[in-house]
């Protein structure tokens, strides 16, 4: 075969390879937008969770996803359930309480979800909103006995 036909198939393979996954539809409320985020996010699929993101939740995963990794897959790919998504929207940002169960607990969070250009994201927690104290002191004890942290 000649170099042509080599040439021209390995440009047509590098331009389909090149395409965006045309399958994948962002789904558009915030309540489906943040069990997207979340399914990814506990399968250590942080690329992935990133489509769903801000540029500060883009960022928080950044700075996040290192520490996660090291725990190993095993530790760390999590199933989280959600049995109660309560979100208010106001304009182009939506507060959502949540109820979730993970494999050692049910525990409550806040998301907050931001439309940017006509899509909602889910944005980098408050530090404040990221654990519910009340419903975690001791998986909080238990982590600093772990990191050795009194």
């Not at 075969?1 to 040439?7: G, I, L, N, Y």
């Not at 530790?75 to 182009?92: E, P």
């Not at 050692?104 to 889910?122: C, D, F, M, P, T």
Request: proline residues 3%; hydrophobic residues 35%; negative net charge.
């Amino acid at each position: 075969m000649s170099s042509r036909f080599w040439t021209a198939f390995f440009l047509i393979s590098m331009c389909y390879s090149c395409q965006s996954d045309s399958s994948f539809e962002m789904p558009n409320t915030p309540e489906e937008v943040l069990k997207g985020y979340q399914k990814h996010f506990d399968k250590n699929e942080f690329e992935l969770a990133k489509k769903y993101s801000t540029p500060a939740g883009k960022k928080w995963i950044d700075d996040i996803a290192p520490m996660i990794e090291t725990g190993g897959e095993e530790s760390t790919v999590m199933s989280t359930i959600f049995h109660n998504i309560d979100c208010i929207t106001k304009i182009d940002t939506a507060i959502c309480d949540c109820r979730l169960q993970d494999a050692s607990e049910l525990y409550n969070a806040k998301y907050r979800i931001v439309k940017i250009n006509g899509q909602w994201l889910v944005d980098a927690p408050d530090e404040e909103e990221i654990i519910d104290y009340e419903d975690n002191e001791e998986v909080i004890e238990e982590f600093f006995k772990k990191e050795g942290i009194n």
